[in-house]
């Protein structure tokens, strides 16, 4: 891993200045990766983003988890990239201080239960519409149903890793009309 940059930015915590450095990685999946990270010296804060070392313009990627071997798949998501999975009811959606992330397919479902389940604790949730929710997730999570992952980046520097995943180049008014239904919610 090489350093190939270095900067300031203001921490979203406390407002102290957070020295930042970013590495050029080449990953195992013939891509190159963007690290970058931080520490802010007074609250702690910590501040970490992975992305593409190169943008390929807007883009929509699709991939379908058929059995638990799907779940495998590796997700590169820039701070800028939407994750959308409709037959799980799944959104994640950037806020301004996110950061990217590399993890798999069943991370994003078993990050998404953990917080599903405690949704469901606070009773504020229907508690039968919540066991419906976490058995599906869990099913989910092995591969045992059939649903859709779609990264939707406009800054081009996300990927899933995988010779089943489907990359759709978007021009700016598709990402536009994309965004406004996301957002329109």
């Known amino acids: 891993m090489e350093k190939i940059f270095e900067y300031e930015i203001k921490c979203p915590v406390c407002e102290n200045t957070i020295k930042v450095s970013d590495y050029l990685y080449e990953a195992p999946f013939n891509e190159k990766l963007i690290i970058s990270g931080g520490v802010c010296g007074k609250c702690g804060y910590k501040y970490s983003d992975v992305r593409l070392a190169e943008s390929r313009g807007p883009l929509r990627i699709r991939y379908i988890v058929e059995n638990e071997r799907d779940v495998n798949a590796i997700i590169v998501r820039s701070s800028t990239g939407i994750i959308r999975i409709p037959e799980l009811g799944v959104e994640i959606i950037p806020g301004i201080a996110s950061q990217g992330f590399i993890t798999t397919i069943?991370?994003?479902?078993?990050?998404?239960?953990?917080?599903?389940?405690?949704?469901?604790?606070?009773?504020?949730?229907?508690?039968?519409?919540?066991?419906?929710?976490?058995?599906?997730?869990?099913?989910?999570?092995?591969g045992e149903v059939k649903y859709t992952v779609e990264l939707i980046d406009p800054s081009g520097l996300s990927t899933i890793v995988s010779d089943k995943a489907v990359t759709e180049n978007l021009s700016y008014e598709e990402l536009e009309k994309i965004i406004a239904e996301i957002y329109s919610k």
Not at 111 to 120: G, M, Q, R, T
């Open 106 to 142: 069943e991370g994003i479902i078993l990050d998404v239960l953990e917080k599903a389940k405690f949704l469901c604790e606070t009773g504020e949730v229907d508690k039968n519409t919540c066991e419906e929710r976490i058995s599906m997730l869990v099913k989910a999570s092995n």
